[in-house]
């Protein structure tokens, strides 16, 4: 393990939203597994970390850890998880007015930023976890997962974004449809609010593969930005704060693609 590895920082706090009491407590043991799991690998390294080890150390029985987890190295997944869903939901939550590329940027500062919501300590955990995720090919497909998964939750917020002056069949209010006919009271025949998009959708018809992979890679252009200065900074031992730090860093990626055509995406759509 690296010199800088962290023995006693807390590691950052779960967020996102959770839907009933029963959801709620899973999702509460699966961070305190990760919790678990995080601590140990920073303080013994991974190869000296067992499943074991972590289910003890979470307070759960081994049975417990693996209806959770298929192995060690996804119990951190979750951490990882953390981070990816906060800087989204932050895009997510800009105003629709805010261009694209200041929103990507705003959300990156809110959520890197060592002291909005997480703190520098556990930032030491962050990079820790990623050297290892360098390290360890199977601890390095689970971080190429979460990003993944990033990317797709990405897409879905610029297809909210892109969608909310349209209505669902891809046609603005006031405009006519392939029938001539005006959505005027910004609804269609089914009654369906103008610009409502539904998760995992585009506001398009679904069969516009054109605009899917249009906002796709989108997605994994910004994405791949903040990854890029997450493993850039991780690689060295600048602190979490100021000009060499991960907020830094990807702003400066992403300030590079403020010429990206983003709106392209809704070429014949």
């Not at 601590?39 to 029985?61: H, K, M, P, S």
């Not at 959300?107 to 890197?112: E, M, P, S």
């Not at 398009?204 to 252009?221: H, I, P």
């Amino acid at each position: 393990m690296s010199s800088t590895t962290p023995t006693t920082p807390s590691p950052p706090p779960a967020s996102g939203p959770v839907t009933s009491l029963t959801e709620r407590r899973k999702a509460e043991t699966r961070m305190e597994i990760a919790r678990a799991a995080a601590a140990l690998f920073v303080r013994q390294g991974l190869r000296a970390t067992r499943a074991e080890d972590i289910a003890q150390a979470a307070g759960v029985a081994p049975r417990t850890f693996y209806r959770y987890f298929a192995g060690k190295e996804e119990a951190v997944g979750p951490l990882y998880a953390t981070g990816a869903q906060r800087w989204v939901e932050a895009v997510r939550a800009a105003p629709a007015e805010v261009p694209l590329p200041q929103a990507l940027e705003d959300a990156v500062r809110h959520t890197l930023t060592p002291g909005r919501g997480v703190s520098a300590a556990s930032w030491e955990w962050v990079r820790t976890l990623i050297r290892l995720a360098e390290e360890n090919p199977s601890l390095r497909r689970v971080w190429a997962e979460v990003c993944q998964a990033s990317e797709r939750s990405l897409a879905e917020v610029l297809a909210e974004r892109v969608g909310a002056d349209r209505a669902p069949g891809g046609w603005a209010r006031g405009e006519k449809n392939e029938r001539g006919e005006k959505d005027e009271r910004g609804e269609r025949g089914d009654g369906t609010p103008a610009g409502q998009v539904t998760a995992g959708r585009l506001p398009y018809g679904s069969d516009n593969v054109a605009a899917l992979a249009r906002l796709r890679f989108a997605a994994a252009v910004a994405g791949s930005a903040v990854r890029a200065a997450m493993e850039a900074w991780a690689a060295g031992d600048a602190p979490p704060e100021g000009p060499r730090g991960p907020a830094a860093l990807a702003s400066a990626n992403l300030a590079a693609l403020r010429d990206f055509p983003w709106g392209d995406w809704t070429a014949d759509a």
